[in-house]
């Protein structure tokens, strides 16, 4: 297992934006496929993006295509979730996982960080 550690959350204004940074403190994730979840209070985990080992390969949901970017630095061992045009729907907490290939299924990821709340109110 990695230890994948969040940061980047917090309070945000609709059509606001922010930066979901995803780390691994001590371990290289360059061989790594990173995806980005969210839960959302007494809904179920959602995936929201998926990052593949290097930056060819990314994916997103229907919910956040054209506003939301994933990206990885395999220098900085550091992944990007770039969440632009927010709604107050996306409000959640979101999750990094990792896993050797991208998956819709939170149950493919071995690996996961604690999360980082995202709000979006006015």
């Known amino acids: 297992q990695v230890h994948l550690v969040e940061s980047g959350g917090g309070l945000v204004q609709p059509e606001g934006s922010l930066r979901l940074s995803c780390a691994a403190p001590g371990y290289s994730l360059d061989i790594y496929s990173i995806a980005w979840f969210r839960q959302a209070p007494g809904k179920e985990r959602e995936g929201v993006s998926c990052?593949?080992?290097?930056?060819?390969?990314?994916y997103y949901a229907d919910a956040v295509k054209g506003r939301f970017t994933v990206s990885r630095d395999n220098a900085k061992n550091t992944i990007y979730l770039q969440m632009s045009s927010l709604k107050p729907e996306d409000t959640a907490v979101y999750y990094c996982?990792?896993?050797?290939?991208?998956?819709?299924?939170?149950?493919?990821?071995?690996?996961w960080g604690q999360g980082t709340q995202v709000t979006v109110s006015s």
């Open positions: 990052v593949g080992s290097t930056n060819e390969n990314a």
């Open positions: 996982a990792a896993d050797l290939y991208c998956s819709w299924n939170g149950g493919d990821f071995g690996s």
